[in-house]
């Protein structure tokens, strides 16, 4: 991801809407950017990271990918307050690491499956954007950046529905190179910030229809993060089968390495 790139998405996680806390506007400071050894004891995830080093016979691109992810997750001096800045900071931990993945796999590696049977890479991804635009739709905040997707939804909320979840498998079955998945992604995690950040308290917490049971706008929100983990585990299955290392470090490996220069023993 450029550092441009990474920086304008940095820019899009703060907001209004939550109270001040910290001194600043609606936005409260990241402990992490101050010194989270301090807050975190030795093997918080800044030293962990910092310290993790690769042998020669690793990928640069591995390394270069794991210093992108380090550098996203903690280059953030401000953080909105509440449970809004606290799900806008797992979102951006999920993207971040979703997409440096993404970006670690070559395009050949986009059609591999393990099954015949089994969505491949590229489809595994492409679900993952896709189920973020319909959950948003469910909860009536689908932004115009991605009407072209999906056009015009007529009908009830049962054919709108409908008509989602079959242009979603047209998508997943056409969007398959790599930059497209790529562009896909970025567009649904632009998506769930931006309408997550124009949500009020309220809003979150209106009742409303999920699959068949009453449920808050809240909960489907969490729904999209606990979506995007459970298919970037399968993606990192698929990655590692393919002989590609996820390009961030290994916080356990670290660890070691820094208690055994430290000269601990357990």
Not at 32 to 58: E, H, K, N
Not at 80 to 104: C, K, R, T
Not at 164 to 188: A, C, F, H, W, Y
Request: charged share 20%.
């Amino acid at each position: 991801m450029p550092a441009d790139s990474a920086s304008a998405r940095r820019a899009g996680v703060t907001c209004s809407g939550p109270p001040a806390i910290g001194g600043h506007a609606g936005l409260a400071t990241n402990p992490l950017a101050r010194d989270p050894d301090q807050l975190f004891g030795d093997y918080s995830l800044m030293s962990i990271c910092s310290r993790a080093t690769y042998d020669a016979t690793q990928c640069d691109l591995i390394s270069l990918q794991a210093e992108r992810v380090h550098l996203t997750l903690i280059d953030m001096p401000l953080r909105v307050a509440g449970f809004h800045g606290e799900y806008l900071w797992e979102l951006e931990i999920a993207q971040v690491q979703l997409l440096a993945l993404a970006d670690a796999v070559p395009d050949a590696g986009y059609s591999w499956r393990p099954v015949d049977d089994a969505r491949p890479f590229s489809a595994v991804l492409v679900h993952i954007a896709a189920g973020n635009f319909l959950l948003l739709h469910l909860v009536g905040v689908l932004p115009d950046s991605v009407v072209d997707l999906y056009g015009p939804l007529d009908g009830d909320t049962f054919a709108r529905f409908a008509a989602m979840i079959g242009k979603n498998v047209s998508l997943e079955q056409t969007v398959q190179g790599k930059q497209p998945v790529l562009d896909l992604l970025g567009r649904s995690f632009d998506a769930i910030r931006q309408s997550f950040s124009q949500c009020s308290v309220e809003h979150l917490e209106r009742i409303g229809n999920f699959f068949g049971e009453p449920t808050t706008v809240r909960r489907v929100y969490l729904r999209m993060l606990t979506h995007t983990h459970e298919h970037m585990g399968q993606a990192i299955a698929y990655a590692r089968s393919q002989g590609i290392r996820v390009p961030w470090p290994d916080p356990l490996k670290s660890f070691d390495r820094t208690t055994a220069g430290a000269g601990r023993t357990e």
